[in-house]
């Protein structure tokens, strides 16, 4: 098993910018890929970014070239660092995590999700 517990998120004026964590813990070193997904209210869960164990990455449109994700293999920890913040990006941000080398931004991938931290970006 693998728990992942996400922190970071915060209200912020848009343009401005935050970083989001999540922490592994458990089962780590069976983890092959992991991502940051975001869900607003009356609206899917979506992918934002995914990176691989060998450090891969991809993104979504929408965020390309504003988000970067990274992970600190030493702590288990994923990062999402989120620049140039936009109105549209609000919403709970969600770490998630599976075994395997590849990655997908398919939120049905994944098997491990964590509890969820708040974006509020704001005018």
């Known amino acids: 098993q693998v728990q992942l517990v996400e922190s970071g998120g915060d209200s912020v004026q848009a343009g401005g910018s935050l970083r989001l964590s999540c922490a592994a813990s458990?089962?780590?070193?069976?983890?092959?890929?992991m991502g940051w997904f975001r869900q607003a209210p009356g609206k899917e869960r979506e992918a934002v970014a995914t990176?691989?164990?060998?450090?891969?990455?991809i993104y979504a449109a929408s965020v390309k070239g504003r988000f970067t994700i990274s992970k600190d293999n030493a702590k288990n920890t994923l990062y999402l660092q989120m620049n140039s913040l936009k109105l549209e990006d609000s919403a709970m941000y969600y770490c998630?995590?599976?075994?395997?080398?590849?990655?997908?931004?398919?939120?049905?991938?994944?098997?491990?999700w964590g509890q969820g931290t708040q974006v509020t970006v704001s005018s």
């Open positions: 998630a995590a599976r075994g395997g080398v590849t990655c997908s931004l398919s939120t049905s991938w994944y098997n491990y």
């Open positions: 990176i691989t164990r060998s450090g891969t990455t």
């Open positions: 458990g089962y780590t070193s069976s983890i092959g890929c």
